[in-house]
């Protein structure tokens, strides 16, 4: 059974900054591509940002410049440094991450952590 657990979410005043992790424990033989999504509320998941196993990234518009996703492979971890916040990035930031578990089979798996609450403030 593999998992991701976010943790770093908070309640912040615009032009903050907070940083996200997300780490995946469990039976990992490797992970893939990892990356983070929100959801505000009364909207539809969207993505934020992805990076590959190699590093290679790819924000959505709303994030461009502000910022940025960064993985540790040894640790199994990803993160996303948010500079100059904004009310409109108040959501559920939610890590994803496809995973290739350590059992005979190696099956790929396509896992969601269960979010963490970034609420901005003007």
């Known amino acids: 059974q593999v998992q991701l657990v976010e943790s770093g979410g908070g309640s912040v005043q615009a032009g903050d900054s907070l940083r996200l992790s997300c780490v995946g424990s469990?039976?990992?033989?490797?992970?893939?591509?990892m990356g983070w999504h929100r959801q505000a509320p009364g909207k539809q998941r969207e993505l934020v940002a992805i990076?590959?196993?190699?590093?290679?990234?790819n924000y959505a518009d709303s994030g461009k410049g502000r910022f940025t996703i960064s993985r540790d492979n040894g640790k199994n971890t990803v993160f996303l440094q948010m500079n100059s916040l904004k009310p409109g990035d108040t959501a559920v930031y939610y890590c994803?991450?496809?995973?290739?578990?350590?059992?005979?089979?190696?099956?790929?798996?396509?896992?969601w952590g269960q979010g963490t609450q970034v609420t901005v403030s003007s």
């Open positions: 994803n991450a496809r995973i290739v578990e350590a059992t005979g089979g190696r099956y790929e798996v396509n896992i």
């Open positions: 469990g039976s990992i033989f490797s992970i893939k591509d």
């Open positions: 990076i590959t196993s190699g590093g290679s990234t």
